[in-house]
């Protein structure tokens, strides 16, 4: 299903966490209609998904019951840009260190391992300023940008074909307690994006203009693909975004 009027759609999984957050950031990006995501219905009618911070576990639960992991894992397939922060890198991780006891459903996809509380409890919840890399420059000259850590997981190793986007300088006692100086926190791998901190909790709105050009390009390229096939297909039908399925922003944000 494609919309008429050049806009992109991109879904945040509504289930737990800070989605109203990065639905209010990208609402700030013009040419994006954002919505909730809870369905499959919703999620299919999606160019982009965003799988925020949260509780990791209650996340996995509550998708598991709503049917929403195979729904998921179907979209993963179809090759449409997903970015997980927080919570999210979680789950789109092959392998998770730390898990609870009988583990999590992981999406997966993205060729990560990750130390699930590599950071710490709740309590140990920081901010910092990070240095941004070329990517997030594109869309705003600040050398750096802030990072809100809760609770958050970290990468132990990449593939072969996952990028690092930010990585954080370990203290001296975080060095000690895991036996290295750094760590990567953010990553991307083709389509999949992700990240160890929450820049949905920050006024910077450059990661989410990140995300929005890779499914731009990616919707480019399935509409290329489309034109290319339209003569193979004449009961080809375009929808205007209005008549999709999905609910918009309709209440205040907390």
Known sequence: MAPVDGSIRIGVLALQGSFREHMALLSRIPG???????????????????????????MALVAER???????????????PIWGTCAGM???AERAEGQKKGGQALLGGLDITVSRNFFGAQ?????????????IQKFGQADTFRAVFIRAPGVLELGPNVES?????????????????????????????????????????RWHQLFVDMVRRHSAAEDAQIDGDAAKDTDLKVI???QLPGRAITRPLD
Not at 123 to 135: G, M, R
Not at 175 to 195: F, I, K, P, Q, Y
Request: contains cysteine; charged residues 25%.
């Open 165 to 205: 986007l930010a990585e954080y300088t370990l203290t001296r006692e975080e060095a000690e307690a895991h036996g290295r100086d750094r760590v990567v926190v953010a990553v991307r791998s083709g389509v999949l994006l992700a990240t160890a901190f929450h820049p949905e909790l920050t006024a910077d709105k």
């Open 123 to 135: 309590i140990n919840s920081f901010e910092t300023y990070l240095p941004a890399n070329e990517e």
């Open 32 to 58: 994006v209609c954002v919505i909730e995501v809870r369905s499959k219905d919703e999620l299919h009618s999606c160019s982009g998904l965003i799988i925020p911070g949260g509780e990791s576990t209650t």
């Open 66 to 80: 709503w049917g929403l992991i195979p729904e998921l894992q179907k979209f993963h397939k179809t090759g449409r």
């Open 90 to 92: 979680i789950f789109l």
């Open 240 to 242: 205007p975004v209005a």
